[in-house]
């Protein structure tokens, strides 16, 4: 793996900001419907520490990240039964330079009475699957519309 990999590597792997507290699945929490999921999602933006990402209807993302910006990322987004997942190549800002693999990126959804709960696990985590840390406030991420595009076009140039 080179350099640029390996920084492009550290850099997904910071997309996302850890939970405050993350706690096990509550024994009475249902998945969340793929159609809910979609309705939380799809035209809005999500708005991390590090990273935002624009989830467009069409099934495309395009995301900034850093602060300052130091990588803009675009790909795509697909919900399957409670699970939402994006799949994204960067590009780095100063060199213009896009990376040569993808970097997946997927939260898993439940309800437990009216908290909605997320798991957010990675393509590069160990055993790339949701664990067992469950927490209430990705929903809080989310921004209505796209606030991300605007910002992405300023770096794509």
């Known amino acids: 793996m080179n350099i640029h990999s390996l920084a492009a590597h550290a850099l997904f792997a910071l997309v996302i900001g850890?939970?405050?507290?993350?706690?096990?699945l509550p024994q009475g929490a249902k998945p969340l419907s793929s159609k809910q999921i979609s309705k939380i999602y799809s035209g809005n933006s999500a708005v991390w520490d590090?990273?935002?990402v624009f989830f467009a209807p069409d099934g495309t993302t395009t995301g900034?990240?850093?602060?300052?910006p130091s990588a803009i990322f675009s790909g795509t987004w697909e919900i399957v039964k409670n699970k939402i997942c994006m799949v994204n190549t960067p590009t780095n800002?100063?060199?213009?330079?896009?990376?040569?693999r993808t970097y997946t990126?997927?939260?898993?959804?439940?309800?437990?009475?009216?908290?909605?709960l997320t798991s957010y696990y990675n393509d590069f985590q160990?055993?790339?699957?949701?664990?067992?840390?469950?927490?209430?406030?990705?929903?809080g991420n989310l921004?209505?519309?796209?606030?991300?595009?605007?910002?992405?076009?300023?770096y794509s140039k």
């Not at 900034?64 to 300052?68: L, S």
């Not at 990126?105 to 909605?116: E, S």
Request: hydrophobic share 30%.
């Open 126 to 139: 160990e055993g790339k699957g949701p664990n067992e840390d469950y927490y209430d406030g990705e929903i």
């Open 50 to 52: 590090k990273s935002m």
């Open 64 to 68: 900034v990240f850093g602060k300052p």
């Open 93 to 100: 800002i100063k060199s213009h330079k896009v990376d040569t």
């Open 105 to 116: 990126d997927c939260w898993i959804y439940y309800v437990d009475g009216k908290t909605i």
């Open 18 to 24: 850890a939970a405050a507290c993350a706690d096990p």
């Open 143 to 154: 921004k209505r519309g796209d606030v991300v595009s605007q910002k992405y076009a300023k």
